[in-house]
Structures are given as structure tokens and as C-alpha cells.
């Protein structure tokens, strides 16, 4: 039986996660479900995209992934179900899934197209459910959809290269839990322009000239612990989805802050990185 996974914004306090994974269990008794988050800022696209593009690959090809954000069907946002890198996607055609099709080609698109189906105001239980049924069954695209070939992208993930390639202009797409902001300007983009210049990262009003590889690089371990940098201090890494990510060393949201209250950054603010 294939894995179903679960990413929406409705949170714990309200039943509807619970009565998601109860009809999926009614349809299917042996069905495994995961929950991938359901914490997601309510109809942040952006931060939805981010969660799935680093999540999906660690299930089983095949897996079925039902994401519930921003979901409900309208003209200009269809209900769809993407077939990529092994993985289905039942979706709503809002880019949610645009930073995993940007890098790998879907192998099938269909609209999702299921007799007596109801399009009302809980989508994922009257439709996205019975169709992730339908595939964890074996069943085909086919018969619960029509080819499709408009999916949507969000224009936000695209940083701009400006100043004849001397400037590259990001911004905020993600803000984690310890406060960390994950910026859309990724490693290759970053390398590609660089040519061995040295940089300028700017984030309000703080400028970084260096990028490590992970947080603990900001310690010098051959200084006295009095002289390091350490706990509290600003810095640039290339996170594990290489991405380029500023974080406060070892942060807390709930007392020192993170880089994004103590930077004053949210999303889509803008990150500038300028070469020398």
C-alpha cells in the first residue's frame, strides 16, 4: 500500500485533520498515512512549496502526497494531480509544487475530473481524498482526470540578475522554526555568478561577506572561547537544500530571537548579494 502524506495549513485545533485521515482510513482500513506538517502559514504558497521540495524525496517512489493549502477549486485554480519524479502530487493549481517541476519534468498532468464529485469548501476530504484512494488502489490518472498542461509557477522563486551580473537580487521565501531565513537564491545561481569576486550580502542593514557550509563553521576552535564568535552571532551557510540561508548561531525564537526578528526580515523582503 502506498504512503499518503499529508501538508495543509489548517493547524490541530479544528477537526479537519483528523476527519481527513478518518475517511482515508474509512476508504482504505490499512492505509498509511504521514503527516508532514500541517503548520504551514495559512495560504502560504511559498512556504508550502518549500516544505514539500525538501520532503517529498525522502518516501517511497510512489507516494502519494496531498497537499492542502490554498485548495479550494475555482477557475483559476483547478484541482489537479501531478505525476514527477515518481511521486503524485493532488494539489490545487496555485505553484505549489513549481519549485519541484522547475527542476525535474512531470511525467502526467491531469485535471482532476471524478463523477458526482462535490467542489465545496473542504476539498481535500471530498475530493483530493477519494482520489488519493483511487491511486493508492492502483488505479489510473485516467480515469479520475483529464490531461492537463497549465500548471502554475510563482515568479516570487525567480531572484533577478541585475547591474550586468555584478548583483543578484533574492528574497525571503522561508522562515524556519528556529527563526532562520532561507532566501531563493541558491548555491549554482550563486556560483555561477561569483567567478572568483569577492561579495556583499545585504539583509536590512547588515552586511555578510562569507558563506559557510554549516553552523558551527563561524567558531574558530584554534581561539580561546573568549575570543570566538559563537551563540548570538549573524551568519550565511548554504543550508542542506543549498539554499542561502541566514540564521543566528544557536537561536531561540522564544528568548534571544532568530535572524528574522532580530533582522526585521519576512517574507518576500528583499536579500541583495553584490560582487566586488
Known amino acids: 500500500m502506498a504512503i499518503i502524506t499529508l501538508t495543509t495549513d489548517f493547524g490541530y485545533k479544528d477537526h479537519f485533520v483528523g476527519a ?6 474509512s476508504e482504505l482500513t490499512d492505509a498509511k498515512i504521514v ?16 516544505i514539500l521540495k525538501n520532503s517529498y524525496k525522502n518516501f517511497p517512489k510512489g507516494s502519494i502526497h496531498i497537499v492542502g493549502v490554498d485548495s479550494e477549486q475555482t477557475p483559476e485554480n483547478q484541482h489537479v494531480i501531478v505525476l514527477v519524479d515518481d511521486h503524485y502530487f493532488i494539489t490545487a493549481n496555485n505553484g505549489v509544487i513549481c519549485l519541484i517541476t522547475a527542476e525535474i519534468q512531470p511525467e502526467k498532468i491531469v485535471a482532476i475530473n471524478m463523477p458526482n464529485a462535490i467542489h465545496g469548501s473542504f476539498p481535500l476530504m471530498a475530493v483530493f481524498v477519494k482520489a488519493a484512494c483511487h491511486i493508492a488502489r492502483g488505479g489510473t490518472l485516467e480515469v479520475v482526470g483529464k490531461p492537463f498542461n497549465q500548471l502554475k509557477e510563482l515568479k516570487e522563486f525567480a531572484p533577478r540578475i541585475t547591474n550586468d551580473g555584478k548583483t543578484i537580487v533574492g528574497s525571503v521565501i522561508y522562515i524556519d522554526n528556529y ?10 545561481l550563486f556560483e555561477a555568478y561569483k567567478n572568483g569576486r569577492d561579495f556583499e550580502l ?3 542593514n547588515k552586511k555578510i561577506t562569507k558563506i559557510y557550509r554549516k553552523y558551527s563553521d563561524i567558531i574558530n576552535f584554534d581561539l580561546e572561547k573568549s575570543q570566538r564568535k559563537g551563540p548570538g552571532n549573524l551568519l550565511a551557510l548554504f543550508n542542506s537544500s543549498d539554499y542561502i540561508e541566514l ?9 534571544v530571537g532568530g535572524a528574522s526578528s532580530l533582522l526585521g526580515l519576512d ?3 528583499t536579500i541583495m548579494i553584490n560582487f566586488i
Open 247 to 255: 540564521a543566528i548561531y544557536k537561536s531561540d525564537l522564544n528568548t
Open 20 to 25: 481527513i485521515k478518518g475517511t482515508i482510513h
Open 179 to 188: 527563526g532562520n531565513v532561507v532566501t531563493n537564491i541558491q548555491k549554482s
Open 202 to 204: 545585504s539583509a536590512r
Open 267 to 269: 517574507y518576500r523582503d
Open 35 to 50: 503527516d508532514i506538517s500541517h503548520a504551514i502559514n495559512p495560504f502560504n504558497i511559498q512556504e508550502c512549496a518549500y
